[in-house]
């Protein structure tokens, strides 16, 4: 193991923490954290148990704590190389002998570690306030979330200095064709455009994993390897092109 390269993670973790991180994190706060504490200070003892309260929790869960998961992925995936690229970094960076894969790979590997901890953090709070919710399986929701997510910014930050953009756009054209792909008469897709769709990250397929994994049920294992293999096979092709592109583009 390169001690010098481990030496850049007491860098490349804070940074993360505080610089992309904490946006999300203060979205949460207002979007959760206080109508959480509002919900149950004014309310008796014992009503969080009640139908009515675990219906409440259930719903604030999956209408703002989960926002967490794209908002989260998504800061720890772009700019990580772009933004070296672009604001010239990587001279000072790679000064020294580094190995820039290996680099960038620690880097998405750090913030995929703290990412999922984090949101194991904020699930064990929000379950202590409110009503049990696995922590073990929000964690598997935040992997599989980075996985598909953490891969395509790895591959776009590799190609574009518009990785941003780029990830914002092919994840909303995903979700949209593949919603209107199920739809009554595919919504009146035209089939190559259905065909585009098919091809693009299994963000529908994503969401429906994390609502198996929140509410205990199976996985299907099609739908897993599907997930798994569109954002690790993003990811290799990413280093791939890393690898043999030029940072100074």
Known sequence: MNTRLLRYARYQAPEFVT???ALPLILLVFAAGLPTYVMTK?????WMQSPQGINLARQMFSQSITLFLPL?????????????RQQGYF??????????LAYYLQTYVLHAIIYVAVFGLIV???????IHFSVHRAMEAAVLTFVLIGGLGLLFGAVTRFDAATLIVTYIAALVLQQLTLAPAHGGLPEWLMTVGRGLPPVLKL???????????????????????????????????????PLSR
């Open 72 to 84: 989260g992925a998504f800061v720890a995936a772009v700019g990580v190389i772009s933004a070296d």
């Open 124 to 130: 064990w709070g929000y379950s202590a306030y409110t």
């Open 91 to 100: 001279r000072f960076l790679f000064s020294k002998p580094i190995n820039i």
């Open 207 to 245: 969401d429906t994993l994390r609502d198996h994994l929140y509410a205990a049920q199976p996985l299907d294992s099609a739908q897993l390897w599907h997930v798994l293999g569109y954002g690790g096979g993003a990811a290799v092709i990413g280093l791939l092109l890393l690898r043999r592109l």
């Open 42 to 46: 004014n309310t008796p003892p014992g």
């Open 19 to 21: 610089h992309r991180l």
